[in-house]
């Protein structure tokens, strides 16, 4: 099999508040990858810069978003674009990603992530349930946390015991803080690495 030149692909993120999932500035988190070899990559650069004609040496969303470079933007994300076909995008729910976190911190399995996000969300109240995704984020955060903040399990528990409903998804995750002291207490003997 002969062999193959390497492929270089270009990835960014967005929404990315570090460990704080709830409470930054989108409900998504995206990540984005194009594959382009380095002169298509640049020729698809240099047709931007000549149709947005701004000096800018690099380019963000906020350039193409301008509506005024609407057609770049259709341009190079379309059919005819540079991208077409050599991109993907992944987004994700950040409340759906706290709560699969948490119910996989918890040892529980990906359907029982999906039954207590349906279950929670569908049956809290919209205060309740941020309040719920706080503290569910507070348990699993490994690192900048504030020291005079109450100690994570008992406040994710006793937000937990707080809220009204009571369904069966609910009712296990009330049952699980000997799982959760566990979790952070290997957090606490091993603490993560550095970024």
């Given at each position: ?10 990835c960014?993120e967005s929404?990315?508040?570090?460990e704080n999932?709830v ?19 640049a020729a698809a ?18 350039h ?9 933007l259709?341009?190079?994300l ?10 993907r995008v ?7 990603f706290?709560?699969?976190?948490l119910?996989?911190?918890l040892?529980e399995?990906d ?7 349906a279950?929670?969300?569908a049956?809290?109240a919209?205060?309740e349930?941020a ?13 900048n946390?504030d020291e005079?903040?109450?100690e ?7 937000t937990?015991d707080a809220l009204?409903p009571?369904g069966p998804?609910l009712?296990?995750?009330?049952g699980?803080?000997?799982?959760a002291?566990?979790?952070?207490e ?7 690495d550095p970024?």
């Amino acid at each position: 099999m002969p062999e193959l030149p390497p492929i270089e692909i270009a990835c960014d993120e967005s929404g990315s508040d570090g460990e704080n999932l709830v409470a930054g500035n989108t409900d998504v988190f995206t990540h984005a990858g194009v594959r382009l070899v380095e002169p298509e990559a640049a020729a698809a650069l240099a047709e931007v810069r000549a149709r947005v004609r701004s000096p800018a040496t690099q380019y963000k969303a906020n350039h193409l978003l301008r509506e005024k470079h609407r057609a770049v933007l259709v341009w190079v994300l379309g059919p005819e674009g540079p991208l077409s076909g050599r991109g993907r995008v992944h987004l994700m729910e950040k409340a759906y990603f706290v709560v699969v976190r948490l119910a996989g911190a918890l040892g529980e399995s990906d359907e029982d992530a999906r039954a207590l996000y349906a279950e929670a969300r569908a049956a809290l109240a919209p205060g309740e349930w941020a309040r719920f995704l706080h503290a569910a984020n507070d348990l699993l955060r490994t690192r900048n946390r504030d020291e005079a903040a109450p100690e994570p399990v008992a406040a994710f528990y006793g937000t937990l015991d707080a809220l009204a409903p009571d369904g069966p998804a609910l009712r296990r995750l009330r049952g699980s803080r000997p799982r959760a002291e566990a979790y952070r207490e290997r957090l606490r003997i091993r603490p993560p690495d550095p970024p």
